[in-house]
């Protein structure tokens, strides 16, 4: 029996060939390194913070300096924040269908206005409960089977206060 040793990592050049076990085949394949690097980029897909691509809307924004874009701008120092409302809804629309599998929400750090839970509705018709977020700065994370969406909406459904709103609302896709 032949075990293959592969190391931790390779150092390539775009001109260098490789040999493959083609599985479908049941052969071994040169191929260049450049091909790899194409066919990697095609085919495989990391996840990471897709809300900046989207568009985001709310139910209300108490001025200008806490628009809903504030909550998709990947820091916890800026906010969006309702105007008057203890359940406000944000939403992030996307151009074309996202695949996500988890959304992060942060509160508002140290306010009175607190969302201390809510609702995830997606585009596909589904929605997941959220519960236990802390306004302290520390993401809530809700994880959930792979989706393919337009939209997701976050409807706070246990505000405490007026003017209820979040730092972060990160939608994880690609």
């Given at each position: 029996?032949?075990?293959?040793?592969?190391?931790?990592?390779?150092?390539?050049?775009?001109?260098?060939?490789?040999?493959?076990?083609?599985?479908?085949?049941?052969?071994?394949?040169?191929?260049?390194?450049?091909?790899?690097?194409?066919w990697?980029?095609?085919?495989?897909?990391?996840?990471?913070?897709?809300?900046?691509?989207?568009?985001?809307?709310?139910?209300?924004?108490?001025?200008?300096?806490?628009?809903?874009?504030?909550?998709?701008?990947?820091?916890?120092?800026?906010?969006?924040?309702?105007?008057?409302?203890?359940?406000?809804?944000?939403?992030?629309?996307?151009?074309?269908?996202?695949?996500?599998s988890?959304?992060?929400?942060?509160?508002?750090?140290?306010?009175?206005?607190?969302?201390n839970?809510?609702?995830?509705?997606?585009?596909?018709?589904?929605?997941?409960?959220?519960?236990?977020?802390?306004?302290?700065?520390?993401?809530?994370?809700?994880?959930?089977?792979?989706?393919?969406?337009?939209?997701?909406?976050?409807?706070?459904?246990?505000?405490?206060?007026?003017?209820?709103?979040?730092?972060?609302?990160q939608?994880?896709?690609?």
């Open positions: 029996m032949k075990i293959n040793q592969f190391p931790e990592s390779l150092d390539l050049s775009i001109d260098d060939l490789l040999i493959i076990w083609d599985t479908s085949t049941g052969t071994t394949k040169k191929i260049s390194a450049a091909s790899l690097l194409d990697l980029s095609a085919n495989i897909k990391v996840a990471s913070n897709i809300s900046g691509i989207g568009t985001a809307t709310a139910s209300s924004s108490f001025n200008a300096s806490f628009l809903p874009i504030k909550a998709t701008d990947g820091s916890t120092a800026t906010d969006w924040a309702s105007l008057n409302q203890t359940n406000p809804w944000i939403q992030i629309d996307f151009s074309s269908s996202k695949k996500v988890q959304v992060k929400i942060a509160d508002r750090i140290g306010q009175s206005a607190r969302c839970a809510g609702t995830l509705s997606f585009s596909d018709g589904s929605s997941v409960a959220v519960t236990g977020i802390l306004n302290n700065g520390t993401y809530s994370i809700v994880e959930f089977a792979t989706k393919t969406i337009t939209w997701v909406r976050f409807t706070v459904t246990a505000g405490t206060g007026t003017n209820v709103g979040l730092s972060e609302f939608i994880i896709g690609y």
